[in-house]
């Protein structure tokens, strides 16, 4: 690659790392998990970074990776939670620092969101996207956004107004 790729592509690193990154997070709910999966989301681009900028939507396009890795990343841990029940069953969250009980709350209900709906809900609420760079991230139509984010936010507000099964998912399945 040329060096005015190069420093295209270093460009475009630096402004959308902390976004795929939050964004990594938001889906994931694994703090640690985010920085890598965007890392691994923008070493995939560097591979096609010629195909991506040609295709005209770069950062639709490395949000759909992040997307994708985190939907691969939480299949397997719910693969590694089926074989080690016990193990996460006895695990507790902790977080570090003054967080409130209302943003563990949102985190733990968005966790509880099948992830499609959850997608749609962190991109166009917590990440601020329209419907269309929410569909085009995601390789979804736009009424499927629209569909998803409502029934997400329908989910989201029945989980926060019910207490006791939160309590209940906190302390129980894992």
């Given at each position: 690659?040329?060096?005015?790729?190069?420093?295209?592509?270093?460009?475009?690193?630096?402004?959308?790392?902390?976004?795929?990154?939050r964004?990594?997070?938001l889906l994931?709910?694994?703090?640690?998990?985010?920085?890598d999966?965007a890392?691994?989301?923008?070493?995939?681009?560097?591979d096609?970074?010629?195909?991506?900028?040609?295709?005209?939507?770069?950062?639709a396009?490395?949000?759909?990776?992040?997307?994708?890795?985190a939907?691969?990343?939480?299949?397997g841990?719910?693969?590694e939670r089926?074989?080690?029940?016990?193990?996460?069953?006895?695990?507790?969250d902790?977080?570090e620092?003054?967080?409130l009980?209302?943003?563990?709350?949102v985190?733990?209900?968005?966790?509880?969101?099948?992830?499609r709906?959850?997608?749609c809900?962190?991109?166009?609420?917590a990440?601020?996207?329209?419907?269309?760079?929410?569909?085009?991230?995601?390789?979804i139509?736009?009424g499927?956004?629209?569909?998803?984010?409502?029934?997400?936010?329908?989910?989201?507000?029945?989980?926060?107004?019910d207490?006791?099964a939160?309590e209940?998912?906190?302390?129980?399945?894992r």
């Amino acid at each position: 690659m040329t060096d005015d790729t190069s420093a295209e592509f270093h460009d475009f690193f630096d402004r959308h790392y902390a976004e795929l990154a939050r964004l990594a997070f938001l889906l994931t709910g694994e703090a640690d998990a985010a920085d890598d999966l965007a890392a691994d989301a923008l070493v995939a681009l560097w591979d096609r970074w010629d195909r991506v900028r040609a295709a005209g939507h770069p950062v639709a396009y490395a949000r759909g990776v992040v997307a994708n890795m985190a939907r691969s990343r939480i299949r397997g841990a719910v693969r590694e939670r089926r074989r080690v029940a016990l193990f996460w069953s006895r695990r507790q969250d902790h977080t570090e620092g003054p967080d409130l009980a209302a943003v563990l709350d949102v985190r733990q209900a968005l966790r509880r969101l099948p992830f499609r709906k959850r997608a749609c809900v962190v991109l166009r609420h917590a990440l601020d996207l329209s419907e269309k760079d929410t569909a085009l991230a995601l390789g979804i139509s736009v009424g499927t956004v629209k569909s998803q984010t409502s029934k997400g936010m329908a989910e989201l507000e029945r989980l926060l107004g019910d207490r006791t099964a939160l309590e209940t998912a906190g302390s129980g399945r894992r």
